[in-house]
């Protein structure tokens, strides 16, 4: 069974995230949780929240342990971007982009999707 967590126009550039969210892939909840709680970034952190809440949906909503789940997928999809401006000499301005990203997680008990229990 597959359990899915999203956050939308997350304020980290898409780039800083992807890091991390290729080395959660195939790892059980335990180790993908330790791998985002030393992460040391903006990007580890949010990507464990979103991770933290897949596993409260699959606890909550599906009665799964979190003991079997593995990351299936960690996607790290780019958001819109904000135009900003710098001020610079003789009146000009440089343009700034502020990236944001949607991240999702998918976490999977390694059963397919028909098989009941």
Same mark, same amino acid.
């Given at each position: /069974?597959?359990v899915?967590?999203?956050?939308?126009?997350? %304020?980290? +550039? =898409? +780039?800083?995230?992807?890091?991390?969210?290729? %080395?959660?892939?195939g *790892? =059980?909840?335990?180790?993908?949780?330790?791998?985002?709680e030393?992460?040391? $970034?903006?990007? #580890? &952190? *949010?990507?464990?929240?979103?991770?933290?809440?897949?596993?409260? @949906? #699959?606890?909550? @909503? @599906?009665? *799964? +342990? +979190?003991?079997?789940?593995?990351?299936?997928?960690?996607?790290?999809?780019?958001?819109? %971007? /904000? %135009?900003?401006?710098? #001020? &610079?000499?003789?009146?000009?301005?440089?343009?700034?982009?502020?990236?944001? $990203?949607?991240? &999702?997680?998918?976490?999977?008990?390694g059963?397919?999707?028909?098989? #009941?229990?």
């Amino acid at each position: /069974m597959r359990v899915t967590s999203t956050t939308r126009y997350a %304020r980290v +550039s =898409p +780039s800083k995230v992807v890091d991390v969210a290729k %080395r959660l892939k195939g *790892l =059980p909840v335990a180790d993908a949780l330790r791998v985002t709680e030393f992460g040391g $970034c903006k990007g #580890a &952190r *949010l990507l464990g929240k979103v991770l933290k809440s897949a596993v409260a @949906n #699959a606890e909550h @909503n @599906n009665k *799964l +342990s +979190s003991d079997e789940l593995l990351v299936e997928k960690a996607v790290v999809e780019e958001g819109p %971007r /904000m %135009r900003r401006y710098w #001020a &610079r000499s003789r009146g000009s301005a440089s343009p700034v982009l502020k990236r944001t $990203c949607h991240i &999702r997680v998918v976490l999977t008990d390694g059963k397919p999707d028909g098989v #009941a229990e």
